[in-house]
């Protein structure tokens, strides 16, 4: 796990609701000790929580925390009592201790828990399962967007995800499917930018968004190996910050995880995409995709009829994967060719109309 996301993770936690619902069949499982103490460790950085059992009784899951030293109430009625149930929720929450609640019902979306996560304004809905999660091909599906959900009907466990959306568009921003056998399920979900489960969401967890003045030096650190492998031209703090209108940068939960520019050529009528890096550890994603298209987006709102890339360590995804078309550089705008030809990299040209 990443000391640096954890950091980041901890103030922006600190003070939200998560509501997290436990599987039946998963109450007597030893992996659920786990889940606890992962529990119990956002319960110290600031984070409130209520451990939903599901069905009539809190027994066993009470024992659970008991074992982990957690500060727990139960809940006396289950959720299927209504505004009683979850008074006493808010009362256990008000101690500032760990509500444990039944959901007196079956489902992980049961109606009762639905109410309690909207009424208490949940930043999170917490699934944990007794097994898998939801794949897409094979692959698993790190984040889908509530609305991209009905769409993906070649998921697995697609009903849970229409689920998790209708819960979305009832105001709780992130919905998170999670297998509660794996350890460290709720560090490893909640502290990285991808998680090992399945988030939908409606809010802003991806964003391309302009590049900020206080982003330079993450930014200037992230492309700098590319830098010195020459495989992006050389930029300083200087640079970036006389043309920092250029620059966009794509991030996930705030955390920048790839960038891209748009140089533009008014006179010509172009407009060049350049600076394109995305992290290694978040390739194979679509992030540089959709950045591309992104920029292409940026440059049809400009009035530019063309767009243009050079690169000499991008050239299959260019080519091959946004389906640009190799140019010569006598297309090029005179004051970039001239920039190009003094660097002397041997760097290959495409482009594609607007």
């Known amino acids: 796990m990443n000391v640096r996301s954890v950091l980041e993770y901890v103030p922006y936690f600190r003070g939200r609701l998560f509501v997290v619902h436990i599987d039946a069949t998963l109450l007597a499982a030893g992996e659920l000790v786990d889940a606890l103490l992962d529990a119990d460790a956002l319960h110290e950085i600031g984070v409130r929580l209520v451990l939903v059992a599901e069905g009539t009784d809190t027994a066993l899951l009470a024992h659970q925390a008991g074992a982990c030293e957690m500060h727990t109430a139960v809940a006396e009625l289950p959720l299927t009592a209504g505004e009683p149930a979850r008074a006493r929720v808010q009362e256990i929450l008000a101690r500032r201790q760990v509500a444990i609640v039944a959901s007196g019902t079956a489902g992980r979306f049961a109606e009762p828990v639905q109410a309690l996560a909207t009424a208490l304004e949940a930043s999170k809905y917490i699934c944990l399962q007794h097994g898998q999660v939801p794949t897409r091909r094979g692959q698993p599906i790190f984040a889908i967007l509530e609305q991209e959900v009905a769409a993906a009907a070649d998921c697995t466990y697609h009903a849970e995800l229409m689920q998790a959306a209708a819960l979305c568009r009832r105001g709780v921003p992130r919905v998170h499917l999670l297998d509660g056998l794996h350890r460290g399920v709720l560090l490893d979900e909640i502290f990285s930018e991808e998680g090992v489960g399945t988030m939908v969401h409606t809010d802003s967890y991806r964003e391309i968004r302009p590049l900020h003045q206080d982003d330079i030096p993450e930014l200037l650190s992230m492309i700098a190996r590319s830098m010195a492998d020459a495989k992006l031209v050389h930029r300083t703090y200087e640079d970036i910050m006389d043309n920092i209108s250029s620059y966009y940068v794509y991030t996930l939960d705030d955390t920048i995880v790839g960038c891209v520019a748009l140089y533009p050529y008014p006179q010509e009528s172009c407009a060049e995409l350049g600076c394109l890096f995305i992290k290694k550890n978040y390739e194979g994603h679509g992030y540089g995709r959709a950045m591309c298209r992104f920029i292409e987006d940026k440059a049809r709102e400009l ?41 002397g990299r041997a760097s290959e040209v495409f482009g594609r109309t607007l």
Do not use: T
């Open 303 to 343: 009035g530019f009829h063309s767009i243009f890339a050079i690169s000499q360590s991008a050239v299959a995804y260019f080519r091959d994967r946004l389906n640009y078309s190799p140019l010569s550089r006598d297309v090029l705008p005179p004051s970039r060719r001239a920039a190009l030809e003094a660097s």
